[in-house]
């Protein structure tokens, strides 16, 4: 019975390509993929761009984590900034996960403005590997991301990563294209 168990839990486990991992943000972290039906903070950068264009103040933000499961080999470490400006909102990231054997960067520049009250953005990425006694490599990538907002209590959210099917290396792989569409509902409890 706990042979099933634990191949229970082993099997469940998310396993990720390169340039895959792109939890960043505490906030954003912990509501996972719902995260693209809410974005409003910097690291919508990361998670759907269209919600950058809801900022009205200069935000900058910070995301390391040195040793996720115990592993330095894990580490990553991120920096964004964002600039709302009177024809839209600009955004910048920087990240950089793994160690010294193997290392993924990347540079995103992006850009997210309010039409008709749907929010619309776009990413272009920089992606770059290292890998010791092996070489580099980097790769452009392109993300859309839209956000709707109706009845004040439901918001949509589409999010495309690497939609131009970047791909990197000798042997051309492709670098991983999520598509995520999230549906939000605010739910308030009013206390009597």
Same mark, same amino acid.
């Given at each position: ?6 191949? @229970? ?12 991992? /792109?939890?960043?943000?505490? *906030?954003?972290?912990? =509501?996972? @993929?719902?995260? /693209?039906?809410?974005? &409003? ?6 998670? $759907? /761009? ?19 499961? %115990? ?19 600009? %955004?910048? !990231?920087? *990240? #950089? ?5 193997? *290392?993924?960067? !990347? ?20 992606? @770059?590997?290292?890998?010791? $006694?092996? %070489? ?7 993300? =859309?991301?839209?956000?709707? #907002?109706?009845? &004040? *209590?439901? @918001?949509?959210?589409?999010?495309? #990563?690497?939609? $131009? !099917?970047?791909?990197? %290396?000798? /042997?051309?792989? #492709? =670098? ?17």
């Amino acid at each position: 019975m706990w042979r099933i168990i634990i191949w @229970s839990i082993v099997l469940l486990q998310s396993c990720y390509a390169g340039f895959e991992r /792109t939890e960043l943000g505490v *906030r954003p972290f912990s =509501l996972g @993929s719902a995260y /693209t039906g809410l974005a &409003d903070d910097i690291w919508a950068i990361s998670y $759907n /761009t269209a919600g950058l264009s809801q900022l009205t103040s200069y935000q900058v933000s910070f995301y390391y984590s040195p040793q996720p499961f %115990g592993l330095t080999e894990l580490s990553t470490a991120s920096a964004a900034a964002a600039i709302p400006l009177r024809f839209g909102v600009i %955004g910048f !990231s920087l *990240r #950089k996960f793994g160690f010294e054997l193997y *290392r993924e960067y !990347s540079g995103i520049v992006s850009y997210a403005r309010s039409i008709a009250g749907v929010h619309l953005g776009v990413n272009l990425n920089y992606h @770059s590997v290292h890998i010791d $006694n092996y %070489g580099s490599d980097a790769a452009l990538g392109v993300d =859309l991301g839209v956000l709707v #907002k109706s009845f &004040d *209590r439901i @918001s949509w959210g589409v999010f495309l #990563k690497n939609i $131009n !099917s970047p791909t990197i %290396g000798s /042997t051309r792989e #492709k =670098l991983p294209q999520t598509f995520t569409i999230v549906s939000k509902q605010r739910l308030y409890v009013a206390a009597g």
